[in-house]
């Protein structure tokens, strides 16, 4: 395999792990004819390119025995007015399924989140953090520390809640087989309301 070609696998890894980063170990797995070294200098020189390109707005930052994409140090002024821009589009369905998984399991990783929903879920973050309705509350202890996601104070404020207990409760399918609706459905549904009432 070409240096060019692992340089476009391991950019396209480092795009899709997000703040979690990526593993020597992971990239090992994916690329297993490349020896650690030769992994090692692709991600060095492509740390090196994207430090040195003044008109990319994002840098290799290094982990733990990984790395991680991540946005340049002068950007933080910019995120910050993006982040003020009131944002009237409505959640998208994967987003809000997300942010619902969230608020009832809270602290939760990125992969329990995938497991749950059976679909990738890091497009549904990015967005849910950019809206400021969840953010960083923690580690998870063992190999790889994932990133543990919970709901802010802008959570209850966006779905017109006082608090998490006006949120439906979660219902037992076991106890209960004939209930139809669960409680990320209600909670939809109080999201369609509360969006029609804006």
Do not use: W
């Not at 004819?33 to 840098?59: A, H, P, Y």
């Not at 589009?89 to 969230?102: D, G």
């Amino acid at each position: 395999m070409t240096p060019e070609k692992m340089h476009s696998i391991i950019e396209g890894l480092l795009y899709l792990t997000g703040e979690e980063g990526l593993l020597l170990d992971q990239i090992s797995k994916v690329l297993p004819d490349c020896s650690l070294q030769e992994i090692t200098n692709i991600v060095e020189k492509m740390k090196k390119e994207f430090e040195e390109n003044s008109s990319r707005g994002l840098m290799i930052a290094d982990l733990p025995n990984g790395y991680r994409l991540t946005t340049k140090p002068f950007m933080a002024a910019y995120a910050e007015k993006f982040a003020a821009i009131p944002k009237s589009a409505p959640l998208s369905q994967a987003s809000l399924e997300t942010v619902a998984i969230i608020a009832y399991k809270q602290p939760i990783s990125r992969l329990t989140i995938e497991e749950i929903r059976g679909v990738k879920s890091e497009r549904a973050l990015q967005t849910l953090t950019v809206k400021g309705l969840i953010k960083e509350v923690g580690r998870a202890e063992g190999t790889g520390r994932a990133i543990l996601y919970g709901i802010t104070s802008a959570f209850l404020d966006y779905f017109g809640l006082h608090s998490l207990d006006e949120m439906p409760p979660l219902l037992d399918v076991a106890k209960q087989p004939n209930q139809q609706l669960d409680a990320y459905d209600l909670f939809y549904d109080k999201y369609k309301e509360t969006v029609k009432n804006l």
